[in-house]
């Protein structure tokens, strides 16, 4: 359908799109009434993601790996067990001693494609506790890399367990019973003790049921034995899109009228602050080393929801997204106590330090804003690809559509992951195709989009509708602090013309185009993200933005956007 409306602005050439009517067709009048009434009938999708059918769908302890080890996902029992949250670093802290050698061969396949694909680990578990968990090779398509799944064997052993060994494999009565206690104590001489029997002939019996199994080792039995419990135990329902901030760093704050309002530390905690205000995606879900960085930079990053995200609650009736985020910026900084303050905005959020901007006595000192928003001249747009091009005269002419698009983009959402809103927001250029489908900055990115539609699908029909609100061109004239623009050169909108609109005449404003950069520049470069908020904090911000004007130079100086990313070790964190 959206496809089919960017052929329609194609057609519309230069011509204005005067009224809502140069839209709203009779056939789209005709289709809208059922497409409603379906989308409320018809049943919500289920999520059919291949790293939450692994771990997040089981109702046992359980867990998937980046190749740099970040959690790409967790189940809620997992969080306990494994002591980790989903987007945190594994310190490998629940792998017993006697399993170290094992769990390294397995990365080391993961790393370089080696053999070793599947172990049984004794673990111990946060509790104190002892027990043991499989862990595997898993390869997901959408990926350049593969994922580590662990999960727990300690699952109740279910009745129907039995029944299921009897009838598939025709296992007796004595033989299941060996089964089960070979699931549950993993000690064929302690099975033996309970029974009552020699060694000897507990081994003969384990060789009948390696035979009628067709299985060779003990640690083949015992897979086997947890795919049954855990297929028989209730499994968990993952349709919940709960928000929980993984970093462990959020505050949450009440407003006047009741509502919370969240924000979230990264960086380092008595560095100098610098307030980050997203768009549609949160991208201050950052790798380790960017977390690092930016504490050595002595930044601390102080990321605020916005209303409508994460566990921010939207704004009342009544009252526009960007009224209440400007109320909202308001209350955060005067509860941070230290004035006027830094700001790093990304795209859509271009309208709060646009217009709070024009005000020398606002709660902003200087800017860095990431992204040309195809706001920035009349014709910006034509150079979006189809589908964003589509949306954005959906956005202005047909706000019941948009709603529309926004329920449906929800529920496909829940059915087929973040992936869905991923694959369809950032591949204008194989440089976001490339880092959306980068395993390890894959599970910080799906954090972003569940960020975003934890509350369902109004936040980004509001986001939509604030943007093509404000248009920039009298606002950057009027500018009245320190203005950087940091331009992903791969991204749509860069263009000399853009970029020279972007300086609007003002001289407190410079630009920047970043080589090797797309959309998601804070993940493409973090060298110039955080470089360029080490000079954001800065006594004199506007002094060190001018040193990367490309008005002025024509490459950005690599050697000093790169010095604040260090090599980590592997287990180092950024609270070391």
């Known amino acids: 359908m959206v496809e089919s409306w960017a052929r329609k602005v194609d057609m519309v050439g230069d011509r204005t799109l005067a009224s809502p009517s140069d839209l709203f067709d009779q056939i789209l009048a005709r289709q809208l009434e059922p497409i409603e009434r379906m989308l409320a009938e018809s049943e919500v999708a289920t999520f059919a993601d291949p790293l939450r059918e692994e771990v997040e769908a089981r109702s046992v302890a359980a867990m998937a790996l980046t190749p740099d080890g970040s959690v790409a996902a967790i189940s809620p029992t997992g969080e ?36 070793a694909a599947y172990a049984i680990l004794r673990t111990c578990p946060a509790d104190g506790s002892e027990g043991l968990a499989e862990a595997q090779l898993l390869w997901v398509d959408r990926y350049n890399a593969s994922f580590i799944v662990v999960r727990s064997l300690e699952i109740h052993w279910p009745d129907e367990v039995n029944s299921q060994l009897a009838q598939a494999f025709g296992l007796t009565p004595s033989e299941c019973e060996i089964c089960k206690l070979l ?13 009552g029997v020699t060694l000897e002939t507990g081994r003969t019996q384990l060789k009948r049921i390696f035979a009628k199994t067709e299985i060779h080792s003990r640690v083949e039995l015992v897979r086997l034995l947890a795919m049954l419990c855990a297929r028989a135990s209730e499994p968990y329902d993952p349709t919940d899109l709960t928000w929980s901030d993984p970093t462990g760093n959020e505050t949450i704050l009440e407003r006047p009228d009741g509502r919370k309002l969240a924000y979230t530390t990264v960086g380092d905690p008595s ?23 930016l504490a050595q ?21 009544g009252v526009t997204q960007f009224d209440d985020g400007c109320a909202a910026i308001a209350q955060i900084v005067e509860h941070l106590g230290e004035g006027p303050l830094p700001v790093v905005a990304t795209y859509s959020a271009l309208s709060y ?6 005000d020398e006595d606002g709660p902003f000192s200087a800017v860095v804003m990431i992204g040309l928003p195809w706001t920035i001249t009349p014709d910006a747009y034509k150079q979006l690809p189809g589908v964003q091009k589509a949306f954005s005269q959906i956005a202005r002419y047909a706000p019941k559509l948009l709603d529309m698009v926004g329920k449906i983009g929800f529920r496909s959402i829940q059915r087929d992951g973040p992936d869905f809103y991923l694959e369809r927001a950032y591949s204008a250029h194989p440089i976001d195709v490339a880092t959306r489908t980068d395993a390890n900055l894959q599970p910080l990115l799906r954090l972003a989009v569940k960020h975003l ?14 943007h093509i609100a404000v248009g920039p061109t009298v606002q950057l004239q009027q500018i009245k602090i320190p203005f950087h623009w940091l331009v992903g050169e791969k991204t749509p909108t860069n263009s000399a013309a853009n970029c020279e609109a972007a300086r609007g005449d003002n001289p407190l404003i410079s630009v ?31 002094k060190g933005f001018m040193n990367f004007d490309d008005a002025r130079h024509l490459e950005t100086d690599k050697s000093v956007s790169g010095k604040w990313l260090p090599e980590l070790d592997s287990n180092q964190r950024p609270s070391d």
């Open 271 to 293: 560095g100098r602050t610098v307030l980050h205000i997203h768009g549609e995606i949160a991208q201050f879900f950052l790798p380790q080393q960017t977390q690092y960085a």
């Open 183 to 195: 699931y549950e104590l993993r000690d064929l001489e302690r099975i033996c003790e309970k029974r």
């Open 512 to 542: 920047e185009v970043v080589p090797d950069a797309g959309a998601l520049l804070a993940y493409q470069r973090p060298d110039v993200f955080v470089s360029r908020l080490h000079d954001l904090a800065a006594m004199d911000p506007a």
């Open 80 to 115: 306990g067990y494994f002591a980790l949250k989903q987007g945190s670093h594994n310190t490998a802290d629940w792998v017993d001693e006697r399993s170290l050698a094992d769990w390294n061969g397995l990365l080391r396949s993961q790393r370089d494609r080696g053999n």
């Open 353 to 358: 330090p646009l217009v709070l901007g024009c």
């Open 453 to 466: 539609v934890t509350q369902g699908w109004g936040a980004w029909v509001r986001e939509c509708t604030k």
């Open 297 to 317: 930079a002595n930044v601390r990053m102080v990321c605020l929801s916005m209303p409508g995200h994460g566990a921010s609650d939207p704004p009342p009736k």
